[in-house]
């Protein structure tokens, strides 16, 4: 089915982005994806939006193959999720059996019955059933005015004590001097009970308090991402695959441009923050290369800072050229879950990853984003998120950090408590 396609010109980008943002939210099946302005040679889009849900892919086994057979036979926009579960179809040992109150599928995508592409000067509609002008009509006339983020006190605790987090990460530490494994991203968890919130106005507060470059708005049915994250995991151009691996974390002093600067340069000469990096960088051109063709993976930028609202993160680049036979399932297969949230070696990192945390990651350290009609696609990586159940009224962040044989226990929990400080202050 061919998409009706038309280009409007816009005079207020902000207005309407607004507008857009609240009209995509009517629909059960939303992903507003934002990359708010940030500047960076490696942008695809400024805004992209699919709404609707003309076929759904949410299998509940089979993983691989079902993917496989879904990509070949809808050769059109998917957007969705790879939730970090997804990872269970590579070995039994990392099956998990704790409850997650917030529900997103292991892996689902859906064929939007419309998509939006805003840049600053225009919106592009392409939809397979209502007409261009009536969905540009629609945008343009919807009520931007929405409730208050909480409708009461949010009550976060968390999930393990500052004392049992100390201990579980000198109990990881001694792994890494048995040689178990090199690094390893250790998460907890906050959360609320009974907590009754307006999504739509959290996400936006969130957004404004930390308007970064792989931001989304997320919803299946009851279901909500509200998505605030810096990261991308992986992008492909043609066949050229790019992925992106945080490692590496300061706080800023925005109030004092010279500490901020000294903070920055501090970040970048850090042998802790180096070793981090190099490592899950290491990882990720060992994960590329499974399926990319020889000598074409390479580093193209190594141990970069880079500067968000509340901190400075250290970020590398890594690419490579994959054959034309390999698909979105294979890239997946060798390279999912991403680096930067499991550590290495990947395997043995994800199951004491189960073993020694509580809560179940979901969709936290997995990945949002899209499949074009010609196969390219880019999607981020699940973190400064706040995820809520509108249903059952349950409302979770997750934070965490690369532990080493460097690690200071209190210092990376004060590192969980930055990481925190944006979804912290939303719900305060």
């Given at each position: 089915?061919?998409?009706?396609?038309?280009?409007?010109?816009?005079?207020?980008?902000?207005?309407?982005?607004?507008?857009?943002?609240?009209?995509?939210?009517?629909?059960?099946?939303?992903?507003?994806?934002?990359?708010?302005?940030?500047?960076?040679?490696?942008?695809?889009?400024?805004?992209?939006?699919?709404?609707?849900?003309?076929?759904?892919?949410?299998?509940?086994?089979?993983?691989?193959?079902?993917?496989?057979?879904?990509?070949?036979?809808?050769?059109?926009?998917?957007?969705?999720?790879?939730?970090?579960?997804?990872?269970?179809?590579?070995?039994?040992?990392?099956?998990?059996?704790?409850?997650?109150?917030?529900?997103?599928?292991?892996?689902?995508?859906?064929?939007?019955?419309?998509?939006?592409?805003?840049?600053?000067?225009?919106?592009?509609?392409?939809?397979?059933?209502?007409?261009?002008?009536?969905?540009?009509?629609?945008?343009?006339?919807?009520?931007?005015?929405?409730?208050?983020?909480?409708?009461?006190?949010?009550?976060?605790?968390?999930?393990?004590s500052k004392d049992a987090y100390l201990s579980i990460i000198q109990q990881i530490k001694q792994h890494i001097l048995r040689g178990d494994c090199y690094e390893i991203n250790f998460c907890q968890e906050f959360f609320a009970n009974e907590a009754n919130i307006n999504p739509l106005a959290v996400y936006t507060q969130l957004t404004q308090l930390s308007p970064n470059p792989f931001s989304c708005y997320y919803k299946l049915a009851d279901k909500h991402l509200l998505c605030a994250s810096p990261e991308r995991y992986m992008k492909k151009t043609g066949n050229q695959l790019l992925s992106q691996p945080i490692k590496g974390t300061f706080k800023r002093d925005t109030n004092d441009l010279n500490t901020d600067n000294f903070l920055k340069q501090q970040l970048l000469e850090s042998s802790k923050e180096r070793a981090e990096n190099v490592m899950v960088v290491d990882l990720v051109r060992n994960d590329l290369s499974k399926i990319c063709k020889e000598s074409s993976v390479n580093v193209t930028e190594l141990f970069g800072i880079y500067t968000f609202p509340q901190v400075h993160q250290m970020i590398s680049t890594i690419v490579g050229e994959?054959?034309?036979?390999?698909?979105?399932?294979?890239?997946?297969?060798?390279?999912?879950?991403?680096?930067?949230?499991?550590?290495?070696?990947?395997?043995?990192?994800?199951?004491?990853?189960?073993?020694?945390?509580?809560?179940?990651?979901?969709?936290?350290?997995?990945?949002?984003?899209?499949?074009?009609?010609?196969?390219?696609?880019?999607?981020?990586?699940?973190?400064?998120?706040?995820?809520?159940?509108?249903?059952?009224?349950?409302?979770?962040?997750?934070?965490?950090?690369?532990?080493?044989?460097?690690s200071d226990a209190d210092a990376e929990y004060e590192e969980c408590l930055l990481k925190a400080k944006s979804m912290k202050r939303v719900l305060e």
């Open positions: 089915m061919q998409r009706a396609t038309s280009v409007f010109t816009i005079t207020d980008f902000n207005t309407t982005k607004k507008q857009l943002l609240h009209w995509a939210n009517q629909y059960s099946s939303c992903s507003f994806l934002d990359n708010n302005q940030y500047i960076s040679s490696y942008n695809s889009v400024e805004c992209l939006v699919g709404v609707g849900a003309a076929t759904v892919f949410s299998p509940t086994s089979h993983h691989q193959q079902a993917l496989k057979a879904f990509l070949d036979k809808t050769p059109d926009w998917l957007f969705g999720h790879v939730g970090y579960d997804y990872k269970n179809i590579q070995s039994t040992s990392l099956t998990e059996q704790r409850i997650d109150n917030i529900g997103f599928a292991p892996i689902h995508f859906f064929q939007p019955e419309m998509v939006v592409l805003l840049s600053k000067n225009q919106i592009e509609i392409q939809s397979l059933r209502t007409s261009p002008d009536k969905v540009f009509e629609e945008i343009s006339t919807t009520d931007i005015e929405g409730n208050a983020g909480l409708d009461s006190q949010v009550s976060v605790e968390a999930r393990i994959v054959e034309d036979h390999i698909d979105f399932a294979d890239i997946l297969e060798a390279t999912f879950p991403m680096g930067s949230m499991t550590g290495t070696p990947k395997k043995k990192v994800m199951e004491l990853i189960n073993q020694y945390e509580v809560q179940q990651r979901g969709l936290y350290s997995g990945a949002v984003g899209y499949i074009t009609p010609n196969k390219d696609f880019d999607f981020n990586v699940v973190i400064r998120s706040i995820l809520y159940n509108s249903t059952n009224k349950y409302l979770s962040y997750q934070v965490g950090s690369g532990i080493t044989h460097y």
